[in-house]
């Protein structure tokens, strides 16, 4: 049975701690040949800052024409979408919150509109990621993000306790996270339970 992931890696510098979260989990999770993964680099994406017009509460759809008209079906077709940010002052990148922000459209289309952002059988079905790292040691480092992310996750129909996360903190410089001593076993296994979890869901 096809598995389809849709990753986001949502730093604005390529290739770096969160990024590399991102490809371990990946990494694992390709590993099975059902697998079919698609990483958007959301520094190259060309998705611009919502505007705040609520054209999409009556159009259902956003005036813009930009990157987030490709984006906008893969994220209503994957089997599971990942998101993976840095966290800068306390929050997550601008990137990354640029397309939470754009998912505004999904919003108007479940609460205004009254229309089904994925089909009813597809409901449950569907599984998150959030990854994040932060270069402090603070327990609260990550706290601010998670709102944002129930957000866009509950908007798209991905339910609170159907998103997993891992958030690594204290890797500051490029390429601390590799000298981190539980980071990439914590993300192959994250994977490998994720792809497990959507077998089973998509099999009933």
């Known amino acids: 049975m096809p598995i389809k992931v849709l990753a986001f890696a949502g730093s604005p510098r390529r290739h770096g701690n969160s990024e590399t979260l991102l490809d371990w989990v990946l990494g694992s999770m390709v590993e099975d040949s059902e697998v079919t993964i698609e990483k958007i680099a959301l520094s190259e994406a060309n998705i611009h800052p919502c505007n705040g017009c609520n054209?999409?509460?009556?159009?259902?759809?956003?005036?813009?024409?930009?990157?987030?008209?490709?984006?906008?079906?893969?994220?209503?077709?994957?089997?599971?979408?990942?998101?993976?940010?840095?966290?800068?002052?306390?929050?997550?990148?601008?990137?990354?919150?640029?397309?939470?922000?754009?998912?505004q459209v999904f919003r108007s289309r479940k609460y205004v509109l009254r229309l089904p952002v994925v089909p009813p059988e597809r409901k449950g079905k569907r599984l998150g990621i959030f990854l994040a790292t932060a270069g402090q040691n603070w327990d609260y480092v990550f706290d601010a993000s998670i709102p944002s992310i129930k957000c866009f996750f509950h908007v798209i129909e991905v339910k609170d306790a159907d998103v997993h996360y891992l958030m690594v903190n204290g890797v500051d410089e490029k390429g601390a996270i590799d000298r981190h001593p539980t980071a990439r076993d914590d993300a192959r296994v994250l994977g490998k339970t994720v792809v497990a979890e959507l077998k089973h869901r998509l099999a009933e």
């Not at 509460?57 to 990157?67: A, F, H, I, P, T």
């Not at 993976?84 to 754009?102: H, T, V, Y």
């Open 55 to 103: 054209a999409c509460e009556k159009l259902n759809k956003c005036v813009q024409r930009d990157g987030m008209d490709d984006v906008h079906d893969k994220i209503l077709s994957a089997d599971c979408i990942i998101l993976s940010s840095p966290i800068f002052c306390m929050g997550i990148a601008a990137q990354p919150k640029a397309l939470i922000d754009r998912a």
